[in-house]
Protein backbone atom coordinates (compact mmCIF):
# COMPACT_ATOMS: atom_id res chain seq x y z
CA UNK A 1 0.00 0.00 0.00
CA UNK A 2 2.82 2.13 0.53
CA UNK A 3 4.08 2.09 -2.43
CA UNK A 4 0.72 2.63 -4.40
CA UNK A 5 0.69 5.85 -2.32
CA UNK A 6 4.02 7.41 -3.46
CA UNK A 7 3.12 6.07 -6.85
CA UNK A 8 0.45 7.73 -6.51
CA UNK A 9 1.79 11.21 -4.89
CA UNK A 10 4.45 11.51 -7.75
CA UNK A 11 2.52 10.80 -10.44
CA UNK A 12 0.15 13.85 -8.97
CA UNK A 13 3.40 15.95 -8.11
CA UNK A 14 4.12 15.88 -11.63
CA UNK A 15 0.57 15.34 -13.31
CA UNK A 16 1.46 12.29 -15.44
CA UNK A 17 -0.64 9.74 -16.43
CA UNK A 18 0.19 6.13 -17.84
CA UNK A 19 1.06 2.77 -16.13
CA UNK A 20 3.76 4.14 -13.85
CA UNK A 21 2.24 2.23 -10.95
CA UNK A 22 3.48 -1.53 -12.48
CA UNK A 23 6.97 0.45 -13.18
CA UNK A 24 7.79 1.27 -9.60
CA UNK A 25 6.94 -1.86 -8.57
CA UNK A 26 9.25 -3.58 -10.63
CA UNK A 27 11.82 -1.22 -9.82
CA UNK A 28 13.31 -1.00 -6.01
CA UNK A 29 15.56 2.16 -6.98
CA UNK A 30 12.82 4.55 -8.56
CA UNK A 31 10.76 3.55 -5.77
CA UNK A 32 13.57 4.97 -2.88
CA UNK A 33 13.69 7.61 -5.21
CA UNK A 34 10.05 8.21 -5.64
CA UNK A 35 9.96 8.02 -1.48
CA UNK A 36 11.96 11.07 -1.14
CA UNK A 37 11.03 12.77 -4.06
CA UNK A 38 7.61 12.43 -2.56
CA UNK A 39 8.47 13.05 0.96
CA UNK A 40 10.33 16.33 -0.02
CA UNK A 41 8.61 17.52 -2.75
CA UNK A 42 4.87 17.20 -1.71
CA UNK A 43 4.78 19.66 1.07
CA UNK A 44 2.93 21.87 -1.31
CA UNK A 45 -0.13 22.50 -2.21
CA UNK A 46 -1.52 19.38 -4.48
CA UNK A 47 -5.25 18.50 -4.27
CA UNK A 48 -6.92 15.98 -6.60
CA UNK A 49 -8.59 18.16 -9.24
CA UNK A 50 -12.47 18.96 -8.85
CA UNK A 51 -15.25 20.10 -11.12
CA UNK A 52 -16.94 21.02 -7.35
CA UNK A 53 -16.40 25.11 -8.15
CA UNK A 54 -18.32 24.78 -11.49
CA UNK A 55 -21.70 24.33 -10.47
CA UNK A 56 -22.31 27.76 -9.63
CA UNK A 57 -21.53 28.38 -12.84
CA UNK A 58 -24.63 25.91 -14.49
CA UNK A 59 -26.86 27.55 -16.55
CA UNK A 60 -24.65 31.33 -16.84
CA UNK A 61 -23.47 30.24 -20.42
CA UNK A 62 -25.02 30.24 -23.72
CA UNK A 63 -24.09 27.73 -26.71
CA UNK A 64 -23.40 30.41 -28.75
CA UNK A 65 -20.70 32.04 -25.99
CA UNK A 66 -19.49 28.31 -25.63
CA UNK A 67 -19.00 27.61 -29.22
CA UNK A 68 -17.11 30.78 -29.77
CA UNK A 69 -14.75 30.20 -26.87
CA UNK A 70 -13.70 26.26 -28.18
CA UNK A 71 -13.77 27.62 -31.88
CA UNK A 72 -11.88 30.58 -31.30
CA UNK A 73 -9.64 29.78 -28.80
CA UNK A 74 -9.10 26.60 -27.11
CA UNK A 75 -8.94 24.08 -29.73
CA UNK A 76 -6.28 23.62 -31.14
CA UNK A 77 -6.18 20.23 -33.37
CA UNK A 78 -9.12 17.93 -34.54
CA UNK A 79 -8.11 15.23 -31.93
CA UNK A 80 -9.62 17.70 -28.95
CA UNK A 81 -13.29 16.98 -30.21
CA UNK A 82 -12.92 13.39 -29.32
CA UNK A 83 -13.20 14.50 -25.35
CA UNK A 84 -16.21 17.28 -25.86
CA UNK A 85 -19.82 17.05 -27.40
CA UNK A 86 -21.86 20.16 -28.07
CA UNK A 87 -25.47 20.14 -27.46
CA UNK A 88 -27.72 22.96 -27.81
CA UNK A 89 -28.62 22.91 -23.85
CA UNK A 90 -24.94 21.45 -22.74
CA UNK A 91 -21.69 20.99 -22.89
CA UNK A 92 -20.44 17.12 -21.89
CA UNK A 93 -16.70 16.35 -20.79
CA UNK A 94 -14.80 12.87 -21.31
CA UNK A 95 -11.95 10.90 -19.95
CA UNK A 96 -11.15 9.53 -23.07
CA UNK A 97 -13.16 9.00 -26.67
CA UNK A 98 -13.86 5.47 -25.20
CA UNK A 99 -16.30 7.32 -22.94
CA UNK A 100 -17.05 9.35 -25.16
CA UNK A 101 -18.03 6.74 -27.20
CA UNK A 102 -20.32 5.29 -24.43
CA UNK A 103 -21.78 8.52 -23.64
CA UNK A 104 -20.12 8.90 -20.02
CA UNK A 105 -19.55 12.30 -19.41
CA UNK A 106 -17.14 13.05 -16.51
CA UNK A 107 -19.04 16.37 -15.79
CA UNK A 108 -21.71 18.22 -17.68
CA UNK A 109 -21.95 21.93 -17.95
CA UNK A 110 -25.78 23.02 -18.70
CA UNK A 111 -26.06 26.31 -21.07
CA UNK A 112 -28.30 28.63 -19.88
CA UNK A 113 -28.53 32.62 -19.18
CA UNK A 114 -28.55 33.12 -15.85
CA UNK A 115 -25.74 35.56 -14.79
CA UNK A 116 -22.44 34.46 -13.39
CA UNK A 117 -22.54 34.25 -9.58
CA UNK A 118 -18.98 36.01 -9.69
CA UNK A 119 -18.93 39.92 -10.65
CA UNK A 120 -16.49 41.81 -12.60
CA UNK A 121 -14.24 44.02 -10.29
CA UNK A 122 -15.03 47.64 -11.65
CA UNK A 123 -13.07 50.78 -11.05
CA UNK A 124 -14.62 52.57 -8.22
CA UNK A 125 -13.49 56.38 -8.84
CA UNK A 126 -11.31 56.84 -11.43
CA UNK A 127 -8.33 59.41 -9.92
CA UNK A 128 -5.82 60.10 -12.90
CA UNK A 129 -2.87 60.19 -11.00
CA UNK A 130 -3.58 56.40 -9.96
CA UNK A 131 -5.11 55.42 -12.94
CA UNK A 132 -4.28 51.50 -11.29
CA UNK A 133 -5.79 52.38 -7.74
CA UNK A 134 -7.47 49.01 -6.63
CA UNK A 135 -5.97 46.41 -9.23
CA UNK A 136 -3.87 43.50 -8.07
CA UNK A 137 -1.11 42.84 -10.49
CA UNK A 138 0.99 39.25 -9.94
CA UNK A 139 4.01 39.53 -11.54
CA UNK A 140 5.88 36.17 -12.67
CA UNK A 141 9.67 37.24 -13.43
CA UNK A 142 10.51 33.47 -16.00
CA UNK A 143 13.29 31.00 -15.81
CA UNK A 144 16.06 31.29 -12.36
CA UNK A 145 18.59 33.37 -14.35
CA UNK A 146 21.77 34.49 -12.41
CA UNK A 147 24.53 31.66 -11.81
CA UNK A 148 21.28 28.88 -12.68
CA UNK A 149 21.03 30.15 -16.15
CA UNK A 150 23.53 27.70 -17.63
CA UNK A 151 22.11 25.05 -15.95
CA UNK A 152 18.79 26.07 -17.11
CA UNK A 153 19.84 26.61 -20.95
CA UNK A 154 18.95 30.22 -20.85
CA UNK A 155 21.42 32.39 -21.42
CA UNK A 156 23.18 34.07 -24.71
CA UNK A 157 27.33 33.54 -24.74
CA UNK A 158 27.75 34.96 -28.15
CA UNK A 159 31.48 35.48 -28.92
CA UNK A 160 33.87 38.58 -30.53
CA UNK A 161 32.68 39.24 -33.81
CA UNK A 162 33.58 41.26 -36.81
CA UNK A 163 35.34 43.34 -33.68
CA UNK A 164 32.13 43.76 -31.60
CA UNK A 165 32.91 42.40 -28.27
CA UNK A 166 31.13 39.47 -26.92
CA UNK A 167 27.61 39.11 -25.58
CA UNK A 168 26.93 37.67 -22.59
CA UNK A 169 23.63 38.11 -20.47
CA UNK A 170 20.19 35.60 -19.82
CA UNK A 171 16.65 35.62 -19.69
CA UNK A 172 16.34 35.08 -15.88
CA UNK A 173 18.26 38.02 -15.28
CA UNK A 174 16.62 40.25 -17.23
CA UNK A 175 13.27 38.70 -16.35
CA UNK A 176 13.56 39.67 -12.68
CA UNK A 177 15.02 43.30 -13.17
CA UNK A 178 12.01 44.14 -15.81
CA UNK A 179 9.39 42.80 -12.76
CA UNK A 180 11.25 44.75 -10.12
CA UNK A 181 11.50 47.48 -12.14
CA UNK A 182 7.71 47.33 -13.17
CA UNK A 183 6.77 46.54 -9.91
CA UNK A 184 7.27 50.11 -8.99
CA UNK A 185 6.32 52.03 -12.05
CA UNK A 186 2.97 50.12 -11.30
CA UNK A 187 2.62 50.75 -7.55
CA UNK A 188 3.17 54.64 -8.54
CA UNK A 189 0.04 54.28 -10.39
CA UNK A 190 -1.77 52.91 -7.77
CA UNK A 191 -1.53 48.86 -8.49
CA UNK A 192 -1.12 46.35 -5.58
CA UNK A 193 1.53 43.97 -6.75
CA UNK A 194 3.01 40.48 -5.84
CA UNK A 195 5.76 39.28 -7.37
CA UNK A 196 6.47 35.75 -7.29
CA UNK A 197 10.50 36.19 -6.82
CA UNK A 198 12.79 38.43 -6.42
CA UNK A 199 16.40 38.11 -7.30
CA UNK A 200 18.20 36.16 -9.86
CA UNK A 201 19.37 32.73 -9.61
CA UNK A 202 16.15 32.32 -6.97
CA UNK A 203 13.29 29.32 -7.78
CA UNK A 204 10.16 30.11 -6.05
CA UNK A 205 9.95 26.23 -5.48
CA UNK A 206 10.95 26.35 -1.45
CA UNK A 207 13.87 23.85 -2.43
CA UNK A 208 16.64 25.02 -4.52
CA UNK A 209 17.87 22.79 -7.20
CA UNK A 210 21.42 21.76 -5.00
CA UNK A 211 19.19 20.58 -2.41
CA UNK A 212 16.39 19.12 -4.25
CA UNK A 213 19.36 16.98 -6.15
CA UNK A 214 20.73 16.18 -2.40
CA UNK A 215 17.26 15.31 -1.23
CA UNK A 216 15.97 13.28 -4.07
CA UNK A 217 19.06 11.05 -5.11
CA UNK A 218 21.54 11.84 -2.23
CA UNK A 219 24.38 13.92 -4.69
CA UNK A 220 26.53 15.90 -2.29
CA UNK A 221 29.42 17.08 -4.40
CA UNK A 222 30.30 18.17 -7.60
CA UNK A 223 32.75 14.50 -7.29
CA UNK A 224 29.18 12.47 -6.46
CA UNK A 225 27.54 13.70 -10.35
CA UNK A 226 30.92 12.24 -12.19
CA UNK A 227 30.57 9.04 -11.01
CA UNK A 228 29.31 5.85 -13.11
CA UNK A 229 26.71 4.75 -10.51
CA UNK A 230 25.05 8.03 -9.72
CA UNK A 231 25.81 8.75 -13.62
CA UNK A 232 23.48 5.41 -14.18
CA UNK A 233 21.01 6.26 -11.34
CA UNK A 234 20.09 8.99 -12.87
CA UNK A 235 19.73 8.18 -16.29
CA UNK A 236 17.55 5.31 -15.17
CA UNK A 237 15.37 7.77 -13.02
CA UNK A 238 15.19 10.33 -16.44
CA UNK A 239 14.18 7.17 -18.87
CA UNK A 240 10.99 6.19 -16.35
CA UNK A 241 7.13 6.83 -16.67
CA UNK A 242 7.62 9.26 -14.33
CA UNK A 243 9.21 11.72 -16.38
CA UNK A 244 7.21 14.02 -18.82
CA UNK A 245 8.29 13.45 -22.11
CA UNK A 246 9.43 17.14 -22.89
CA UNK A 247 12.07 18.87 -23.99
CA UNK A 248 14.20 16.39 -26.15
CA UNK A 249 13.71 13.46 -23.24
CA UNK A 250 14.77 10.71 -25.24
CA UNK A 251 17.82 12.87 -27.28
CA UNK A 252 18.98 14.11 -24.07
CA UNK A 253 19.29 10.47 -22.81
CA UNK A 254 21.02 8.99 -26.08
CA UNK A 255 23.21 12.22 -26.26
CA UNK A 256 24.59 11.05 -22.80
CA UNK A 257 26.89 8.20 -23.68
CA UNK A 258 28.96 10.21 -26.37
CA UNK A 259 30.04 12.23 -23.18
CA UNK A 260 32.76 12.45 -20.89
CA UNK A 261 32.11 11.83 -17.36
CA UNK A 262 32.12 15.90 -16.62
CA UNK A 263 30.51 16.69 -19.44
CA UNK A 264 27.76 14.19 -18.96
CA UNK A 265 27.54 15.41 -15.11
CA UNK A 266 26.66 18.98 -16.46
CA UNK A 267 24.13 17.47 -18.74
CA UNK A 268 22.38 15.08 -16.61
CA UNK A 269 21.83 18.44 -14.09
CA UNK A 270 20.63 20.37 -17.09
CA UNK A 271 18.23 17.30 -17.90
CA UNK A 272 17.16 17.08 -13.95
CA UNK A 273 16.17 20.91 -13.83
CA UNK A 274 14.15 21.12 -17.13
CA UNK A 275 12.41 18.15 -16.85
CA UNK A 276 11.77 17.67 -13.08
CA UNK A 277 12.64 20.50 -11.19
CA UNK A 278 11.50 23.01 -13.53
CA UNK A 279 8.15 21.34 -13.26
CA UNK A 280 7.83 21.47 -9.14
CA UNK A 281 9.11 25.54 -9.53
CA UNK A 282 6.35 26.43 -11.91
CA UNK A 283 3.59 24.71 -10.22
CA UNK A 284 5.09 26.71 -6.90
CA UNK A 285 4.60 29.50 -9.04
CA UNK A 286 0.97 29.26 -9.96
CA UNK A 287 -0.01 28.00 -6.50
CA UNK A 288 1.66 31.32 -5.10
CA UNK A 289 -0.16 33.44 -7.98
CA UNK A 290 -3.41 31.47 -7.04
CA UNK A 291 -3.29 31.90 -3.04
CA UNK A 292 -2.83 35.77 -3.97
CA UNK A 293 -6.23 35.97 -5.94
CA UNK A 294 -4.90 39.14 -8.58
CA UNK A 295 -6.90 40.46 -10.87
CA UNK A 296 -4.23 40.25 -13.84
CA UNK A 297 -1.28 38.64 -14.18
CA UNK A 298 1.99 38.59 -15.98
CA UNK A 299 4.62 36.30 -16.76
CA UNK A 300 7.26 38.04 -17.84
CA UNK A 301 10.09 36.51 -20.85
CA UNK A 302 12.66 37.06 -23.97
CA UNK A 303 12.38 35.14 -26.97
CA UNK A 304 15.27 33.28 -28.16
CA UNK A 305 15.04 32.38 -32.08
CA UNK A 306 16.05 29.81 -34.30
CA UNK A 307 18.46 26.24 -33.29
CA UNK A 308 21.67 27.13 -31.53
CA UNK A 309 19.97 30.43 -30.29
CA UNK A 310 22.65 30.86 -27.18
CA UNK A 311 25.39 31.35 -29.34
CA UNK A 312 24.10 32.41 -32.66
CA UNK A 313 22.55 35.81 -33.53
CA UNK A 314 20.28 36.30 -36.96
CA UNK A 315 17.77 39.07 -37.72
CA UNK A 316 14.50 38.44 -36.79
CA UNK A 317 13.04 40.29 -33.79
CA UNK A 318 9.47 40.43 -32.65
CA UNK A 319 7.43 40.65 -29.75
CA UNK A 320 4.86 38.16 -29.18
CA UNK A 321 2.02 36.75 -26.15
CA UNK A 322 0.52 33.55 -25.23
CA UNK A 323 -3.04 33.66 -23.71
CA UNK A 324 -4.88 30.28 -22.40
CA UNK A 325 -6.29 27.85 -25.14
CA UNK A 326 -4.52 26.10 -27.46
CA UNK A 327 -5.46 22.93 -26.38
CA UNK A 328 -3.99 19.50 -27.98
CA UNK A 329 -6.98 16.74 -27.68
CA UNK A 330 -3.96 14.33 -26.32
CA UNK A 331 -3.42 16.93 -23.34
CA UNK A 332 -7.50 16.55 -22.64
CA UNK A 333 -6.42 13.00 -21.11
CA UNK A 334 -5.54 15.06 -18.23
CA UNK A 335 -7.56 15.70 -15.63
CA UNK A 336 -6.49 18.75 -15.24
CA UNK A 337 -6.78 20.22 -18.44
CA UNK A 338 -10.16 18.87 -18.58
CA UNK A 339 -10.74 21.27 -15.76
CA UNK A 340 -9.05 24.27 -16.69
CA UNK A 341 -11.17 23.20 -20.22
CA UNK A 342 -14.41 23.90 -17.80
CA UNK A 343 -12.57 26.67 -16.39
CA UNK A 344 -12.16 28.99 -19.66
CA UNK A 345 -15.56 28.50 -20.64
CA UNK A 346 -17.48 29.11 -17.85
CA UNK A 347 -15.25 32.52 -16.53
CA UNK A 348 -14.13 35.37 -18.64
CA UNK A 349 -10.27 34.56 -18.21
CA UNK A 350 -9.43 34.11 -21.95
CA UNK A 351 -11.21 36.96 -23.66
CA UNK A 352 -10.01 39.22 -20.69
CA UNK A 353 -6.48 37.52 -21.34
CA UNK A 354 -6.86 38.50 -25.27
CA UNK A 355 -7.79 41.91 -24.92
CA UNK A 356 -4.61 42.54 -21.96
CA UNK A 357 -2.32 40.77 -24.10
CA UNK A 358 -3.63 42.55 -27.42
CA UNK A 359 -2.93 46.11 -25.12
CA UNK A 360 0.61 44.78 -24.20
CA UNK A 361 1.52 43.71 -27.94
CA UNK A 362 0.26 47.18 -28.96
CA UNK A 363 2.52 49.27 -26.28
CA UNK A 364 5.11 46.81 -27.41
CA UNK A 365 5.06 47.85 -30.62
CA UNK A 366 5.41 51.61 -29.74
CA UNK A 367 7.27 51.58 -26.63
CA UNK A 368 10.08 49.36 -28.02
CA UNK A 369 10.21 49.82 -32.14
CA UNK A 370 10.01 45.96 -32.67
CA UNK A 371 6.81 44.41 -34.28
CA UNK A 372 4.48 41.86 -33.52
CA UNK A 373 5.01 37.95 -34.73
CA UNK A 374 1.96 37.46 -37.44
CA UNK A 375 2.95 33.85 -38.55
CA UNK A 376 1.72 30.89 -36.88
CA UNK A 377 3.94 29.10 -34.13
CA UNK A 378 4.50 25.65 -32.91
CA UNK A 379 2.11 24.22 -30.66
CA UNK A 380 -0.69 27.42 -30.30
CA UNK A 381 -3.08 28.98 -31.65
CA UNK A 382 -2.94 31.94 -33.81
CA UNK A 383 -5.56 34.37 -32.31
CA UNK A 384 -4.51 37.79 -33.68
CA UNK A 385 -1.09 39.69 -34.81
CA UNK A 386 1.33 38.84 -32.06
CA UNK A 387 -1.23 37.33 -29.54
CA UNK A 388 -1.50 33.12 -29.67
CA UNK A 389 -3.54 30.57 -27.23
CA UNK A 390 -0.97 28.02 -25.45
CA UNK A 391 -1.49 25.00 -23.36
CA UNK A 392 1.42 26.12 -20.80
CA UNK A 393 1.44 24.89 -17.15
CA UNK A 394 1.07 28.13 -16.27
CA UNK A 395 -1.53 29.66 -18.65
CA UNK A 396 -3.41 26.26 -18.09
CA UNK A 397 -3.75 27.03 -14.33
CA UNK A 398 -3.74 30.39 -13.52
CA UNK A 399 -7.03 31.67 -12.25
CA UNK A 400 -6.79 34.84 -13.46
CA UNK A 401 -6.48 36.95 -16.59
CA UNK A 402 -3.24 36.79 -17.96
CA UNK A 403 -0.70 37.68 -20.33
CA UNK A 404 2.89 35.32 -20.85
CA UNK A 405 4.76 37.76 -22.94
CA UNK A 406 7.58 36.95 -24.79
CA UNK A 407 9.68 40.32 -25.69
CA UNK A 408 12.16 40.98 -28.36
CA UNK A 409 14.43 38.48 -29.35
CA UNK A 410 17.36 37.90 -27.03
CA UNK A 411 19.76 37.02 -29.83
CA UNK A 412 18.82 39.08 -33.10
CA UNK A 413 22.05 41.15 -34.23
CA UNK A 414 21.02 44.47 -32.18
CA UNK A 415 18.99 43.24 -29.23
CA UNK A 416 21.76 41.00 -28.27
CA UNK A 417 24.10 44.19 -28.15
CA UNK A 418 21.36 46.52 -26.39
CA UNK A 419 20.65 43.80 -23.90
CA UNK A 420 24.43 42.70 -23.02
CA UNK A 421 24.92 46.22 -21.42
CA UNK A 422 25.45 46.63 -18.23
CA UNK A 423 24.63 49.84 -17.81
CA UNK A 424 21.87 50.03 -14.97
CA UNK A 425 21.17 48.60 -11.83
CA UNK A 426 18.17 47.68 -10.75
CA UNK A 427 16.77 46.56 -6.95
CA UNK A 428 20.74 45.44 -7.10
CA UNK A 429 20.58 43.56 -10.19
CA UNK A 430 23.24 44.89 -12.94
CA UNK A 431 20.69 44.93 -16.13
CA UNK A 432 20.66 46.85 -19.31
CA UNK A 433 18.77 50.45 -19.72
CA UNK A 434 16.49 48.35 -22.63
CA UNK A 435 14.48 46.29 -20.01
CA UNK A 436 12.93 50.01 -18.70
CA UNK A 437 11.68 50.44 -21.99
CA UNK A 438 10.13 46.77 -21.65
CA UNK A 439 8.86 47.63 -18.52
CA UNK A 440 7.03 51.34 -19.88
CA UNK A 441 5.34 49.13 -22.83
CA UNK A 442 3.85 46.32 -19.96
CA UNK A 443 2.86 49.28 -17.74
CA UNK A 444 1.44 51.27 -20.75
CA UNK A 445 -0.41 47.87 -21.72
CA UNK A 446 -1.77 47.32 -18.11
CA UNK A 447 -3.10 50.91 -18.34
CA UNK A 448 -4.99 50.64 -21.37
CA UNK A 449 -6.52 47.20 -20.64
CA UNK A 450 -7.77 48.46 -16.90
CA UNK A 451 -9.53 51.70 -19.11
CA UNK A 452 -11.03 49.09 -21.86
CA UNK A 453 -11.68 46.74 -18.93
CA UNK A 454 -13.61 49.93 -17.37
CA UNK A 455 -15.19 51.58 -20.21
CA UNK A 456 -16.79 48.60 -21.15
CA UNK A 457 -14.89 48.32 -24.55
CA UNK A 458 -13.69 45.01 -24.10
CA UNK A 459 -14.54 43.15 -27.30
CA UNK A 460 -12.14 42.14 -29.42
CA UNK A 461 -11.80 40.84 -32.49
CA UNK A 462 -11.27 37.29 -33.31
ZN1 LIG B 1 11.40 32.28 -21.20
Redo the contacts with the bound molecule.
Sequence with gaps: MLKMYYAKKVKLLLNIEGSFVNHVVSNLFALLMIVSLSLTALCGQIMEPSYAPFEQYQHTVSYVQAKNLIDNYLRLDAEFDNYISLAPDHLDIFTSPATKQANEPEFTLFFGTQSSPVEQKKLQLFNPEQPLAGLRIALDP??LGGNMAQLEE?FIDIPVQNGKSACTFN?GTLTAATACYLRDMLVSLGAEVMLTKGKPGQAVYEVSFNDWCKQTFDIHTEADWATAATQQKLISFLQSDAIPNIENRAARIAELVSLSSQAAATRLKQSLLRLCYNQLDLRARTAKINDWQPDLTLAL??NAHGPNSNYKTISANYNMTFIPGGIEGAALRNKTTRIALIRFLVTPIVEQSHVLSLCITQAMTEELGVKPLKTPYPNSRLVETGVYARNLALLRNTESPMCYAESLVQNNHDEAVRLSQKDDVIDGIIAPSRIKQVAKAYTNGICAYWEALNSNSVSPQS
Design positions: GHREHY
